[in-house]
T-cell receptor
């Protein structure tokens, strides 16, 4: 079955600390990969995406993610977090066949950044 | 402004009372879908639509209906809501299915008592 697993459910960091959120997926085929962010009280916004090419992708607000095909992973990183990064982060994949518009989400990681 | 709108944003209702949550996008997107978000489960797709008059079940369709009579609108219908449908609902749209960004609405928080 297709699934996405996020390793950390709740992360607490101080400002300027580095961030890495783990994401692994299980799918018997090629996928597109996404990270979405949901700020408190707001809708989901796309942080970054990987479709093909350079496995290191850069997104908005200084975030980046690396696709490691052999590990089925797509970890999110940021060198120095800010208080405004406090939000819930979702890793998602979409298949390249069948219902290709469907996003399969992980459980989400709540990030709390202390000022 | 390109956006996906949903109404209502908050709804408290009772078991069995039919309700409709509207979704509209102004980007001429072909693909639209509904998700529900529950704690610890992330978002799960309820129904999706590839285009006008083309709809299909997602992963958790039980208890829901949808229609796509116009390209811009994709309402979610709960014919007989039950407490286990208490959740946060998101409508999403993208230009087409595939490697395209999905745009999400602001969400509808539904409570069924």
């Amino acid at each position: 079955a297709q699934s996405v697993s996020q390793h950390n459910h709740h992360v607490i960091l101080s400002e300027a600390a580095s961030l890495e959120l783990g994401c692994n997926y299980s799918y018997g085929g090629t996928v597109n990969l996404f990270w979405y962010v949901q700020y408190p009280g707001q809708h989901l916004q796309l942080l970054l995406k990987y479709f093909s090419g350079d496995p290191l992708v850069k997104g908005i607000k200084g975030f980046e993610a690396e696709f490691i095909k052999s590990k089925f992973s797509f970890n999110l990183r940021k060198p120095s977090v800010q208080w405004s990064d406090t939000a819930e982060y979702f890793c998602a994949v979409s298949p390249l066949s069948g219902n290709t518009g469907k996003l399969i989400f992980g459980q989400g990681t709540t990030l709390q950044v202390k000022p | 402004e390109a956006q996906v709108t949903q109404n209502p944003r908050y709804l408290i209702t009772v078991t069995g009372k039919k309700l409709t949550v509207t979704c509209s996008q102004n980007m001429n997107h072909e693909y639209m879908s509904w998700y529900r978000q529950d704690p610890g489960l992330g978002l799960r797709q309820i129904y999706y639509s590839m285009n006008v008059e083309v709809t299909d079940k997602g992963d958790v369709p039980e208890g829901y209906k949808v229609s796509r009579k116009e390209k811009r609108n994709f309402p979610l219908i709960l014919e007989s809501p039950s407490p286990n449908q208490t959740s946060l609902y998101f409508c999403a749209s993208s230009l087409r299915p595939g490697p395209y960004e999905q745009y999400f609405g602001p969400g509808t928080r539904l409570t069924v008592t």
